[in-house]
Structure formats: C-alpha cells, structure tokens
C-alpha cells in the first residue's frame, strides 16, 4: 500500500528528462518524475509496423528512492514514427497508451492506470528515442528472414529401397577407398563411418551390433558369420572396448543386439524403409490414416487416396505402393488426417514435421534459438591444415571462394580468409594463417546458396565486438537443422562431393541415416543402429558425432589425420541412437581457449499479457511475483522458448544493424541524401 500511495502522490506531470536519455541502443531510459522518483523504460517489443505506426509494449519500473523496491509494469503504445532510411533508424513522435498493467496488484486502481497512460504519453516524446529499424525488421519479421536463409533446399528422394526383414543401410561415399590402418593392422574402407576390414585371406569384414559380417567386396554382399579369422579378434577388442570407454553413455539396447540383419551397401544417397515381414497397417482412430505398426519407419497410408506416405529427415514423400516412384510433398498439402494424430499416440513423434501443428510452431521456434559464447580475442585461435597445397573453388551467385581440400570451412573474400571452427569466425591475410579473432563476417556469407558445401556457414553470427572479446552464436542450421516452409528439415537434401587425396575429407550428409525429429532430443538416427554399429574412435571416413536438437554435428567434421579422427562426442544435454539415450553437453563452444559461455547481461522484458520477467546472469528467467522475483518454472517451456526467441530476436536485430554500420563506414554504395521519410 505505501508503495500504491506513493504513486498515488506523484506529481500530476511527470518531467521527462530528455538529457537524461541514453544513446539509442542503451536501456533502460530512464527519467526522473518531480518528486525525485526514476522512472525506468525497458527495451520494447515491437508487435506490428506498418506505415508511420508502431504498435509495441513495454516493461516499466518506477522507482521512489525510499528503500522500498520497485513497482513494475508493462504499456502497450501505439506511436507514430518517422523513419530514415538512410541512417536505418525510426524516431518516435507521439504516443498513445490504450493499456497498462502494474505487476503489484495492490497498485491497480483505475485513477493510478489512467494517470501514468497520461504522462507516458507526454513524456516519452521528451525522451527523443530513435530506435533501430533493423532491430525492429528482425524482431517483427524473424520467421520469415530465417525461412529466407533456407530457401532452394533440394527435396528430391534419394534411392529408397524397401525390405520386409530387419535389413540395415551401410553407405559408403561413393567408390571405396581402402588404407591400411596401422592402429588395426589391416586395410580398411576410409570412406564410411562402418568397420569395413580387407583380411589377408581377399574376404571382407564388417562388424557392427556385436556381430561379422562377410563379403567378396567391400560393396557385398555380406552374410552374417560366425566363423572369423584369428586376427580380427583384436580388432573387434579394440572397437569394442572403445565404444564402452565412456561412462556418459548408456546401454539400453542389447536386444537389439541379437538381430541379424540384412546388409544393404549403397555407395550414394539412399534410404532405407523396412518392416518386420509383409507390413502390418493399423488404424489411427479420426484420422482416416493407417500406419505400419511393424516397422521404426514412419510409413502411413492413407485411406481415401490409398496413397503411402513416408517421413525422411523432416521431408515427406508419397507412392502408390511401398516400391514405387516416390514424390515430394510439402508439409502443408498433408492429408488433413495427419495433423490430427493424437498426441500420445504411437505416431505422434511426426506431428514437428506437420504444418500448423504446436509441435511444428515448437519446433521452428527452437530452430531460431541461438547458442552464443563470448570468444576471447587474443587468446582464441585455430589451426587450418590442407591436403597438399590449398585449393580454392567459387561459392556460386558469390564472390567468394572455398577450400575443397581443408575440413575446416575455409572461405576467400577480399583479400582474406575466414574460417569458422566449432561455431567461431576467424580471420587472417593468407590461407594457411595465422589466424586471429574476426570481428566481421564476410559480407556476402548470407549469399551462399544451399547446394555449396559451406552453406552452414551463413547461420554462424558475430553479435558485438568490444577490445577483448567477440560475442558470436550459431543457430541450428549451423549444424544441418533448417526451417523449410512451416516445419524443420534435416540437412540441405544435396550430395556433396567429398575429398579424395592423400586424406579423405568428409561433406554433410542428409541422407541414410533414418533421420526423424524427436520432440524431447531433436534430431536423432534411426532405431535401426545401435551404437556399436559406428566406429567412433577409430573414425573411419566421418567419426559421426551426434546432437540433439541442433542435431548431428555434420557440418563441421573432425579433421582426419592419416584418415583416422580423434576421439570426441558433442551435443545438446541428450539424443537418442537406437534405442539408447545418451548425455552430452549441448554446446560445442565447450572446451576451447579463449572460448566460453556468452555472459548475459540482466534483462527486464515482458509478455503479451503484461507478465514482467528478466534475466539473470546465469540466463535464467525470472517472474515478477508482487514485490519478488521468482524463478520461472522449467515446466513452463513455452514461456522459455517464447522469452528466449525474444532475446534471440535482439540479437539478429543487433547483427542486422551492425552490419549496416560496418557497410555504411566502408562506403558500401548507400545512396546520398537523408533526412527522415514520412
């Protein structure tokens, strides 16, 4: 009540201090009302722009000075704006106040509302505030900028291929490559993630869930054995015993051990779809769909057209029969019976991939959510090795080139080259380095189109620059996670070629790996592989390292010395393989010099429906309760992901503006003139 009163006391004309305003891209602003009470205005979200109207709300406090904490609100404004094209900034003009909600609900009397809607809308013209029109563009029209970076992605099929028994997919990019191992003693296939062995005896080997396999050629066909030369028991030893070495991991699927499958090698793209003999179709109740109850494939038929329709990373593809020509479709011409899967049902894990569904908004949302990282600029550094002396090729529609035989992304733009290793920019004035700290991104990196193998690039962001450190982030599509439409896809859908010298130096792959998305981890490989099936220390050809909602760490291969790839694993907190859940870190900014997690100023933001939170330094989210705050609920994951999309949305709005900036102050053919247009 002593709180309320005060308000209640305040002078009826707050004195807006325009002196007092800070720069443009500094908040709050705050002023002082002429009791000496500070009157604080948090950055606004804005809501919708068209014309000279900008529709926005934001958090308030007001703060009297006599001990007692603050009272916080949320105003909702409709301001009329001038807009400068030229130096990208909206000046606010006037300001009307339709709404405004106090967080302490002893202070909602009608008179104490009416009043501060009345002196904000007097007041805030004094404050002389430009906003940022890019902050702003970003904020309001973040979907469809970041649908925008992911345009022209490739939806053709791969070779699908169809088995009625318990079958697994072994790709191998393109024409075997074999080496002798020295760790192993024997040649092996380089080109594939799987334990392909040339023996002495001419025979072929792979070993994968606990079982041989044995083949004329490294292509097949292989039939299960039991009989094995002596000698490949210390090879099967040394794969086993390092598939086991990390206590982080844990077995749940020894079942799955036991299976004999039957091998299929493909030396290009494919997919595999199987079912545990001729399939099983079962209803799903109100939705006219039937599904294939006995296969992990996500196989459907729909009853009205008596169309099959199939679900491969994120993409869905329709045949009349289960071995015909299969066509794309787009997530939004589905059967209407596929968004109306129940939740909870067995099939519920497609509704990500349905257009309009909560699971899909989810799913995009995450897709936009940055994993940022302060980088130390005079500690942080990266190495670049080239196979032989550096090759370069051109980015189409670019000016930029690319290293084809680094694997480290390497790019040459201007007279310099970047590199980006784990999520960070780099820069030097020759090829092979030294590399230094970027503090810019090539200006033509959001240019690169899909079908270039360093596309990934263009959704790694530098934020802010300061004299010490470099705030940079990626999101999802970094890691081969992108939004396509209404829904997220994995991977670009393009083959790109690897590679082949001396050493053998992997692309992204989109395909044979049963990619489905998981609403709880995100992007995983199918039930089909175990987690032995992989060679993950010994690394032949890819050492795959597996996340989870940023999903398979593709993008960014591990460097393959003599063709083998240390042992390491990175992710987000878990994913699934097999039937196995695994834990991981979720940030690959982890463990590196001079790299570590972005410092998050304290923010006070809010809701559409008034609610007040902020941010710790930690980046919790806090709610204020009456006159506290208290710690939002990690139940509560839509109000996270809603806060964090926020936030993400500051920050793609300060990336755009900086851009500009550096543009401008570089003569980057801005046309002459100014002034603000109405």
Same mark, same amino acid.
């Given at each position: 009540?002593?709180?309320? =009163?005060?308000?209640?006391?305040?002078?009826?004309?707050?004195?807006?201090?325009?002196?007092?305003?800070?720069?443009?891209?500094?908040? %709050? =602003?705050?002023?002082?009302?002429?009791?000496?009470?500070?009157?604080?205005?948090?950055?606004?979200?804005?809501?919708?722009?068209?014309?000279?109207?900008?529709?926005?709300?934001? +958090?308030?406090?007001?703060?009297?000075?006599?001990?007692?904490?603050?009272?916080?609100?949320?105003?909702?404004?409709?301001? $009329?704006?001038?807009?400068?094209?030229?130096?990208?900034?909206?000046?606010?003009?006037?300001? =009307?106040?339709?709404?405004?909600?106090?967080?302490?609900?002893?202070?909602?009397?009608?008179?104490?509302?009416?009043?501060?809607?009345?002196?904000?809308?007097?007041?805030?013209?004094?404050?002389?505030?430009?906003?940022?029109?890019? +902050?702003?563009?970003?904020?309001?029209?973040?979907?469809?900028?970041?649908?925008?970076?992911?345009?022209?992605?490739?939806?053709?099929?791969?070779?699908?291929?169809?088995?009625?028994?318990?079958?697994?997919?072994?790709?191998?990019?393109?024409?075997?490559?074999?080496?002798?191992?020295?760790?192993?003693?024997?040649?092996?296939?380089?080109?594939?993630?799987?334990?392909?062995?040339?023996?002495? *005896?001419?025979?072929?080997?792979?070993?994968?869930?606990?079982?041989?396999?044995? &083949?004329?050629?490294?292509?097949?066909?292989?039939?299960?054995?039991?009989?094995?030369?002596?000698?490949?028991?210390?090879?099967?030893?040394?794969? *086993?015993?390092?598939? $086991?070495?990390?206590?982080?991991?844990?077995?749940?699927?020894?079942?799955?051990?036991?299976?004999?499958?039957?091998?299929?090698?493909?030396?290009?793209?494919?997919?595999?779809?199987?079912?545990?003999?001729? %399939?099983?179709?079962?209803?799903?109740?109100?939705? +006219?769909?039937?599904?294939?109850?006995?296969?992990?494939?996500?196989?459907?038929?729909?009853?009205?057209?008596?169309?099959?329709?199939?679900?491969?990373?994120?993409?869905?593809?329709?045949?009349?029969?289960?071995?015909?020509?299969?066509?794309?479709?787009?997530?939004?011409?589905?059967?209407?019976?596929?968004?109306?899967?129940?939740?909870?049902?067995? =099939?519920?894990?497609?509704?990500?991939?349905?257009?309009?569904?909560?699971?899909?908004?989810?799913?995009?949302?995450?897709?936009?959510?940055?994993?940022?990282?302060?980088? *130390?600029?005079?500690?942080?550094?990266?190495?670049?090795?080239?196979?032989?002396?550096?090759? !370069?090729?051109?980015?189409?529609?670019?000016?930029?080139?690319?290293?084809?035989?680094?694997?480290?992304?390497?790019?040459?733009?201007?007279?310099?080259?970047?590199?980006?290793?784990?999520?960070?920019?780099?820069?030097?004035?020759?090829?092979?380095?030294?590399?230094?700290?970027?503090?810019?991104?090539?200006?033509?990196?959001?240019?690169?189109?899909?079908?270039?193998?360093?596309?990934?690039?263009?959704?790694?962001?530098?934020?802010?620059?300061?004299?010490?450190?470099?705030?940079?982030?990626?999101?999802?599509?970094?890691?081969?996670?992108?939004?396509?439409?209404?829904?997220?896809?994995?991977?670009?859908?393009?083959?790109?070629?690897?590679?082949?010298?001396?050493?053998?130096?992997?692309?992204?792959?989109?395909?044979?790996?049963?990619?489905?998305?998981?609403?709880?981890?995100?992007?995983?490989?199918?039930? *089909?592989?175990?987690?032995?099936?992989?060679?993950?220390?010994?690394?032949?050809?890819?050492? !795959?390292? !597996?996340?989870?909602?940023?999903?398979?760490?593709?993008?960014?291969?591990?460097?393959?010395?003599?063709?083998?790839?240390?042992?390491?694993?990175?992710?987000?907190?878990?994913?699934?393989?097999?039937?196995?859940?695994?834990?991981?870190?979720?940030?690959?900014?982890?463990?590196?010099?001079?790299?570590?997690?972005?410092?998050?100023?304290?923010?006070?933001?809010?809701?559409?429906?008034?609610?007040?939170?902020?941010?710790?330094?930690?980046? $919790?989210?806090?709610?204020?309760?009456?006159?506290?705050?208290?710690?939002?609920?990690?139940?509560?994951?839509?109000?996270?992901?809603?806060? $964090?999309?926020?936030?993400?949305?500051?920050?793609?709005?300060?990336?755009?503006?900086?851009?500009?900036?550096?543009?401008?102050?570089?003569? &980057?053919?801005?046309?002459?003139?100014?002034?603000?247009?109405?």
């Amino acid at each position: 009540m002593k709180v309320f =009163k005060t308000i209640i006391a305040m002078s009826a004309s707050i004195m807006l201090l325009s002196g007092i305003a800070r720069s443009q891209d500094s908040w %709050p =602003k705050s002023f002082k009302s002429s009791d000496g009470s500070l009157i604080s205005i948090y950055e606004p979200q804005p809501e919708s722009f068209r014309g000279n109207v900008l529709r926005e709300r934001a +958090a308030f406090s007001i703060n009297t000075g006599t001990g007692q904490d603050p009272v916080f609100g949320t105003f909702w404004m409709v301001a $009329n704006v001038e807009t400068d094209r030229d130096s990208r900034t909206v000046h606010i003009v006037s300001v =009307k106040v339709p709404n405004l909600k106090l967080a302490h609900d002893s202070a909602t009397a009608s008179n104490n509302i009416s009043f501060l809607k009345t002196e904000i809308e007097s007041g805030i013209p004094q404050l002389n505030i430009d906003l940022s029109l890019d +902050a702003l563009l970003a904020s309001l029209d973040m979907n469809t900028e970041e649908k925008s970076l992911s345009k022209g992605l490739n939806t053709a099929p791969p070779k699908i291929i169809y088995q009625s028994q318990p079958s697994l997919l072994v790709l191998i990019d393109g024409q075997p490559i074999i080496q002798h191992n020295n760790d192993l003693g024997f040649d092996a296939v380089v080109n594939t993630p799987y334990t392909i062995i040339k023996y002495s *005896d001419g025979q072929f080997y792979l070993y994968g869930g606990k079982h041989w396999y044995m &083949g004329t050629s490294a292509v097949g066909p292989f039939t299960y054995t039991q009989s094995i030369p002596s000698g490949l028991a210390s090879v099967q030893k040394t794969i *086993d015993d390092a598939n $086991n070495s990390s206590t982080e991991y844990i077995d749940s699927s020894a079942a799955s051990d036991a299976v004999i499958s039957n091998i299929i090698v493909s030396t290009e793209p494919a997919e595999l779809l199987q079912s545990n003999g001729a %399939p099983v179709l079962t209803p799903i109740p109100g939705t +006219a769909l039937d599904y294939v109850s006995n296969s992990s494939n996500d196989i459907f038929l729909d009853e009205g057209t008596h169309q099959y329709y199939i679900l491969l990373s994120g993409r869905w593809y329709r045949s009349a029969n289960l071995q015909g020509t299969w066509q794309y479709v787009a997530s939004d011409a589905l059967p209407a019976g596929f968004a109306r899967i129940p939740e909870g049902s067995p =099939k519920d894990r497609v509704l990500a991939s349905v257009a309009g569904t909560n699971a899909a908004k989810e799913a995009m949302m995450d897709a936009q959510i940055p994993q940022t990282a302060k980088v *130390d600029r005079k500690t942080a550094t990266t190495d670049v090795n080239y196979d032989g002396s550096p090759q !370069f090729a051109d980015i189409p529609g670019t000016h930029m080139q690319y290293a084809v035989n680094s694997p480290i992304p390497v790019i040459s733009y201007n007279g310099n080259y970047f590199s980006v290793d784990k999520g960070v920019w780099f820069i030097s004035s020759g090829p092979t380095g030294p590399w230094h700290v970027s503090t810019t991104r090539p200006g033509e990196v959001d240019l690169i189109p899909p079908g270039s193998p360093v596309y990934n690039l263009k959704f790694v962001y530098i934020y802010d620059v300061n004299p010490d450190w470099v705030y940079m982030g990626y999101t999802p599509g970094y890691l081969n996670t992108f939004i396509y439409g209404p829904t997220v896809v994995y991977g670009t859908g393009f083959y790109y070629a690897p590679w082949r010298g001396h050493f053998f130096y992997p692309r992204p792959w989109t395909w044979g790996f049963n990619m489905w998305y998981n609403p709880w981890w995100g992007w995983t490989f199918g039930f *089909d592989y175990g987690w032995d099936w992989f060679n993950w220390d010994m690394g032949f050809g890819w050492g !795959f390292w !597996f996340g989870g909602w940023w999903g398979p760490v593709i993008y960014r291969p591990p460097y393959f010395g003599h063709y083998f790839a240390p042992h390491g694993f990175y992710g987000r907190n878990s994913f699934a393989a097999g039937n196995r859940i695994y834990h991981n870190n979720n940030n690959i900014y982890r463990g590196r010099q001079g790299v570590s997690p972005r410092e998050i100023p304290q923010r006070v933001t809010t809701d559409r429906m008034g609610n007040i939170y902020r941010q710790d330094g930690n980046g $919790n989210w806090q709610q204020r309760d009456g006159r506290n705050w208290a710690p939002v609920d990690n139940r509560q994951q839509q109000t996270i992901q809603n806060l $964090n999309r926020q936030q993400q949305m500051r920050e793609r709005g300060a990336v755009r503006s900086q851009n500009f900036q550096m543009s401008r102050s570089s003569g &980057g053919g801005f046309r002459s003139g100014g002034g603000r247009h109405r």
